[in-house]
DNA sequence: TATTAATCGAGACGGTACGTCGCGTCTTACC
DNA sequence: GGTAAGACGCGACGTACCGTCTCGATTAATA
């Protein structure tokens, strides 16, 4: 099936591919994922663009590359269970909203979940990679509350976790309001009063 | 100060107008938003290229102004009041469920959530024009509801009305899963659940 | 049969035709015809490579049509009559041996007769543009010679001239001699002295 | 002083020295000399493209030294001597004449003798090689018939030979006309004439 | 006959130029 | 003055080769 003889990955050059990601995510954040170019960034990674087509098949699967390996530092280790669910999904939404309110990390991000959109290929991997870790930790704290009882049984916590995410994602995506800690209690807030259990 | 002088709107053509909203919209279905391009469109409307960039800054601006003149005819008139909360949230949603899985109108409307990401003038056009409207008449009809007493007082329409949208929307833009009926009435539900007052 | 669409030719930027030339040729005497390019043309005469590509087909191509544009100056009037045969031939060809020996001159015209070598169709228009109007006017002269008796009847003139100019661009081209007065002389005598009626 | 280690030649593979040589002459045929490439060469030899570089500097030197290891065979004899110079010298033209004629000789000897215009280096090991001996040949001969009186003294036997070999080479390379017997034989007799010892 | 160093096939690398596409501007002729 | 048409300067595309380089794996002179 692949027509493309596939190239040697044990001979790549390391130096190279961190090269490309340093200069992909610089540039991104200096002229925007519209005017992000695969030879600008071959350019100030001192690298061929060869080098580039080599290994990625578009500028997008470069910066979810670069901005995947980045992120893949913080590895998740799960939210906190104090016992109050309110007070840890507060806290976590808010070192959310602080992440995304980084401007370091919106042009890569915004660029990806837009690229995304009319990629198909591409919106997959992003999720994969990106949100649906995310998303998990959600879903197995509110599992756990499940179990404890401080959520009704019966409930989808699935789509329990997409109504906290998603009007937050949403929100900041598309500009309609800003990421305050106000807002991020608000709608924990709202949202758990939906999950408790009815006495 | 305007150093453009002012094209003449009373002189304008509407046949070349509607050529070029046919023509983006055809194209943008059949090659997709990144492969479309001005002079494609000009060409398969049979107009200059200038006529375009006369009128239009940019191609996300004739997509916008193309896919909204099609959707206007749909004159938005408020969500259906039948004293049945639950099932007016469901109707709607569903019928707009429908309406997110024809492919006419996705390629459009995918494009013009993507370009938003990444333009910020745009993606304010985009949400006053298209999302603010359909988003209104949900923050109407739970304020009507509020005022009936099937909503707690207190509570955060805005807020509510994202929760509702928010995962439906954030579904079919990420792709991570279908919009389907029971989709649609699980999370009526459960977002009803949090919103209904207490005993 | 053209399934390229012909540019319109009445609204061809002269400027550009010009400093296309001047590039090709200045370039072609700089950096050789190797290592000329269309790019570095296009940079040098401040166009764009469409501009090349649009009017030409191959750098060889846009060096002939340089070279000719800059060769055709000199209307080709006829050898001179003086009545002395082998003095008329020895002074135009000692004058060819001064243009031949011009650096200026030598890049381009080496440079094609080279690319013609490769290219028939190039060669055919390079002998018919440059060597056969030069050819031409030996053929008339040897003709009126022949017709005033100081040259043999029955001799094939065109062979004749061939056995004067090609030994002259041979030398030239390959390298194998000099074109000195001298030589020219030992030429323009020796193939005389075929000639020549018996008596 | 030799900064390049030389290469150690009595290591060196002959079976790839072959392989190259025969790749380079069906390429050049095949595709012509613009398009032959060294990587071309490598892959249809099977051979790195180290193993070129380390032993040719340059394309047109790999091919000239396949085209002379192939032509070397004919070990040059010197021309015939019958008596009759006419004879002895249509007879050896005729035969070159074939040999020009022939497709497979064909595009490596143009594309070396073009490669050589631009390329005095090249031009000097090109004629040294290949046109030089085939020269010499001619030279003895004609001396020959000079020493018995066939040919005037005092005759630049040198240049009778480029009277003789001129147009008929630049005939050929630059396609102005057919190699034909009648042309050899018309040359021939031409050039003959003028070398005659006068009554 | 085993050692060992250079050559070999392979192909990744930093580059340059290719020929094409589309941008946004400008010019021309028409209506 | 708006329009269809399209040439222009420009910049990026994705590809092809350049000549250099680094890898094991032969392989042929020497120990």
Redesign the pocket.
Known sequence: MANK?A??AS???ER?RRAIFDAALSLVGEVGYDKL????IASRA??????I???WP??AAVLLDAFTAGVDEYSTQGLPDTGDLAADLKSVLRATADEFNDPVFQAPYRALAAAGANDEELSRTFVARLMEPGTLVYVERLRAAQEAGEVAAGIDVRVAVEMLLSPFSQRWLMRTGELTYDYVDTLVDLVLRGLRPRD
Request: glycine share 14%; aromatic share 10%; no cysteine.
């Open positions: 003889a190239p040697d001979r790549r050059s190279s170019t695969i030879e600008g001192g690298v061929g663009k060869q080098t087509y080599r290994w578009s500028k």
